[in-house]
Every structure is written in C-alpha cells, then in structure tokens.
C-alpha cells in the first residue's frame, strides 16, 4: 500500500529490533493510522507479527465508537487490533498526565501478555515541538529540552518514535494519496489542554522564526549533549560508586565534589533513581540544592542523604521500608534492592549488633534483618543470579539473592 519512506527505512533498519511481534499505539489520527500502514508493509516484508492497539481513555462519549471506527478500517486492511479500556473512576485534576500514564500502562501490559518486545509510538515532528514549548515554560534542563528521543526504554520494552523528523503535512499528504480516512479527535481542539494551546500558539511562532523544523533540529543537537553528558555521569558511577549488600550505596565525598556541577546533578540523580523503583517524578530544583550545597544531612523522594567519614551514603528512609513477608523464590523489591530468598523470613530493618564501624546510624537502622545462617549473595549479573537461584545445597542452606535495581526507564 505505502512505499515506506527512505529516512524511515534507513532508521528501521539499523535500530536492530528485537524478535518476535511488533505493537504500535493507534488513537485513530493522521498521524497514528500512517505508521500503523508503514509498519503493515514493513511487517509483511520482514515476516513479523503485528498488533495494532487502541486505548479508550472513556473520557468522553464518544470514544467508544471511535474505538470501534479504528478497528473497522483496521481489519479491513487485515491488521490484528485490539481495543483497550482505562476502566475505573478518573481523576479531576492532572487528567492529561494521568492518561497518559494510563495509555502507557496498558500498551507496556499488552506488550508483556503478547510476548512483544518493541511499541512504536507516532510522535511527529510537531509533538517534539510542543513537548519542547510546555518544557521549556516550566524551566526544564537539557535532559527536558531535548523532548523525545528515536528510542527510549520503559519496563524492559523497547520504545520507538520513528516520525519525529516527519510532519504533520508530510502524513496527511500521503492518506490523502491513497484516499485513507482518519478520525479528528475534538480534544485535540480543547484550549483546556497545554498541548493544544502550544499547537495553537504554533503559526505566531512559526512567524518569529521558531518553527517545529527548527525546534526537532535543536532537539537533535540537546539529545547528543545529553548523550555526553549522561557517559561521563555513567563513568564516574561505575567507577566510584560502592554498593552494599545491606541496601544502601556510597561514594567518596572528595570525588564528587570535584565534578563539575552538572555532572554533580546527573550522579545525584542517578543515586537517588535507584530507590526510586516506583517512578515518581523527582525534583530537579530539589537534586540541584543537594548537589550544589552538599549538605551534611538530606532527605528526598523517600531517600536519605548523609556525609560521615569523609564518604556519601545514600540509602531509603526507614517509614519507606515496610515489614512484608516474600514468597520463596520469587523477587520482591526493598528499598533500592530486588531480594530472592529460597527460605521467606519476615523483611524488617534493624542496626546491627555490634554496630559497623564508619556507617552512620542513620543508615545502619535501614538495614534488611536477616536470620543468621543465610547465605547472603551480591550480584548484578542475570545468569549468574539464575544459576545460583536454581543452586541445590547439599545442606539446604537458607540464602538471600539481593540486587540493586537498575533503571532503564524514560518516559
């Protein structure tokens, strides 16, 4: 149906996919049904699996039907679609950023229950625009500014956004070709959304010189400033940061203040986003004063920051770490870690006895009780943990897998 575009061709090609299904997110518009028939013809010529996914928000009337309109013209082009509803009561305020949440949720489900490691998403080059404007008034830092990226990773699902560089034009243009309908969703024309006000605002932009081609353009150069920076923060932490099996993580206090300020940010954020396994959005104000000021004593997003012995640790607050009972073997996530243990024993923290020597109270109180006579292992590396997860002690010795949990996530 559609010669797929050679700048989309040269990128599917070299992203070096995963096997097995593909998903793509379809809401119904221009720019959602394109990708969906670009993918159909990619799909058909790499003997690949597609699932097209619809979510109904049910946030208005008329999005059932719409749903059911999508999958008409759908499997009338024989592409396998499922529709997907965001049941239960809706929030009254934030519903945009719930949503989407919502939209994510559900598509990373479909992906997890179809065995599908990739979801293509149809952000254009004007979505990168807006999700530039509504960043760049609320004060965002580079790693804001640079919007969306080609590739990003969400609960171990490989997001693609292959029509950033493409516009708004260029897809109607090609449905129109072919004579293909799409829906016009009406909230796409409601003031009351912030995406909708940047899209208005857009054409008195476009007439000082800021247009969305120049914005993806800058996005591009943000992202491979981001790229940069993010290497030497990785460097840094392989290099300096210790890891302990009692749950919480340090680095030497002189190291760190020795980089530069920006890169003091990103390791402050990165620490912090260990133990941040539930995803909460955390405050770049808030990293900034600690990694500027480097106080003695901090906390924030259910962490704890302390200075003692000329050394940084960072560990989770003790009201975060609630007593709860694992099952055997299966993962179970504390703190900034994920335990395995093949005997469960109630999780609860206590300080040791005798104490650590140089380790602050403050943290020592935060350590995982573990009965004596377990057998504790560190480890990081998956086929290493599998291996000793399946281990037959002879003696049927107790033991404790932990690991830290490591954040691939951007949204």
């Known amino acids: 149906m559609f010669v797929i575009p050679k700048d989309i061709a040269s990128c599917l090609k070299q992203l070096n996919l995963p096997k097995g299904p593909i998903v793509v997110g379809v809401s119904g518009g221009a720019d959602s049904l394109y990708l969906t028939y670009l993918l159909q013809q990619w799909t058909k010529q790499n003997h690949r699996p597609l699932f097209a996914v619809t979510i109904n928000h049910n946030l208005r009337s008329e999005s059932q039907q719409e749903a059911k309109w999508v999958h008409q013209q759908l499997t009338r082009h024989k592409i396998h679609h499922t529709i997907l509803e965001w049941k239960g ?39 990168q625009a807006e999700t530039f404007w509504a ?29 950033l560089n493409t516009t708004k034009d260029t897809i109607v243009h090609a449905l129109k070709a072919k004579h293909l309908r799409w829906a016009e969703d009406c909230m796409n024309q409601d003031p009351t ?48 940061l210790q890891k302990s099996a009692y749950g919480f993580v340090s680095i030497d206090e002189k190291s760190f203040t020795d980089l530069p300020l920006e890169i003091r ?12 396994y539930k995803n909460k959005l955390i405050s770049l104000d808030s990293v900034e004063k600690i990694a500027f000021t480097i106080p003695k004593h901090a906390t924030l997003a259910g962490c704890q920051w302390v200075i003692s012995h000329h050394k940084i640790f960072v560990a ?38 005798p104490r650590h020597k140089n380790i602050p109270f403050l943290i020592q109180r935060t350590f995982l009780k573990i009965p004596t006579g377990y057998h504790i292992i560190q480890s990081a590396a998956e086929k290493e943990l599998e291996k000793k997860k399946n281990l037959d002690y002879k003696d049927n010795t107790p033991f404790v897998i932990i690991r830290f949990n490591e954040r691939k996530d951007e949204i």
Not at 102 to 123: G, T
Not at 143 to 148: E, K
Not at 202 to 218: C, H, R
Not at 316 to 336: D, F, V
């Open 316 to 353: 989770p607050e003790l009201k975060t770490l609630a007593k709860t009972m694992p099952k055997c073997n299966q993962w179970i996530k504390w703190g900034g870690c994920q335990i395995l243990t093949n005997k469960p024993f109630e999780f609860c923290c206590t300080a040791p006895t």
């Open 265 to 276: 940010v990103r390791v402050v954020m990165q620490i912090f986003n260990i133990f941040n």
């Open 135 to 163: 960043r760049l008034a609320r004060g965002s830092g580079l790693d804001g500014l640079s919007s969306m990226s080609l590739i990003t990773q969400r609960s171990d699902i490989m997001i693609v956004r292959p029509l």
């Open 193 to 240: 959304y912030e995406r909708v006000r940047w899209r208005q605002a857009q054409p008195q932009l476009d007439k000082l010189g800021l247009t969305a081609t120049y914005v993806a353009k800058s996005t591009e150069r943000l992202q491979r400033a981001k790229k940069a920076l993010d290497f030497y923060t990785h460097t840094f932490l392989n290099q300096h």
């Open 89 to 127: 009561t809706k929030p009254k305020t934030h519903i945009e950023e719930c949503a989407r949440e919502e939209r994510y949720r559900l598509l990373i489900d479909f992906c997890h229950k179809n065995k599908a490691h990739i979801l293509f998403l149809a952000h254009h080059q004007q979505d």
